[in-house]
């Protein structure tokens, strides 16, 4: 296959939060988190800026609400309720996913945010490492995978299209997660 530029580290945007979802995956298939289960909104959650889930401050979200806010939003929001429920501090959660980029072998990925946003600068992936941990998501958590090809999502009477405007545009499409922000671009 041909690539250009395939182990240049670059901002991912969005696409990072391949790596939040991993994380909440691999809590899934072990047991330890189910789709049931709820987190909280902290006021750091609720304050989240960019693509937006819409957390209310103070509620608990189901797991699964909060997979569908993450993949078919894109909820920064989304990202933070699951950082902090799985890491105790977004910072503890950015540990782990650093140490789950060095497991999965991603040589050119490092972590600053569980969202994608650009502050505080230094996330970066390159293409090779997306494209590792998106082929492991797909192979590890099959059973989660619907989730990337559902179109919409409602939540508090909010009705969001998935960003991945491939999805419904050719028979059988479907993908991971788009990403955009003005130093990464379009991804």
């Not at 609720?46 to 937006?52: A, E, H, L, V, Y």
């Not at 609400?65 to 990202?79: E, H, T």
């Not at 970066?124 to 082929?135: F, I, P, V």
Request: glycine share 10%; hydrophobic share 40%.
């Amino acid at each position: 296959l041909w690539q250009k530029d395939g182990m240049v580290p670059m901002p991912p945007a969005s696409m990072s939060k391949l790596m939040t979802i991993d994380l909440l995956f691999s809590r899934l298939k072990d047991g330890r988190v189910q789709l049931t289960d709820k987190f909280p909104v902290s006021e750091r959650a609720w304050r989240t800026q960019g693509s937006k889930m819409f957390v209310e401050l103070g509620s608990r979200i189901a797991v699964e609400d909060l997979i569908r806010g993450i993949i078919i939003q894109s909820g920064n929001d989304a990202c933070v309720v699951v950082a902090e429920a799985l890491g105790g501090t977004v910072e503890g959660f950015v540990t782990m996913m650093n140490q789950r980029a060095k497991q999965l072998g991603l040589k050119q990925s490092t972590f600053v945010n569980p969202d994608g946003l650009p502050e505080p600068p230094g996330q970066e992936m390159s293409a090779l490492d997306l494209a590792k941990l998106s082929r492991h998501i797909i192979n590890e958590y099959s059973q989660y995978y619907h989730y990337f090809s559902e179109r919409e999502f409602v939540w508090h009477n909010i009705r969001q299209q998935n960003r991945d405007l491939v999805i419904g545009m050719l028979p059988g499409a479907d993908g991971l997660k788009t990403g955009h922000t003005d130093a990464a671009g379009y991804g």
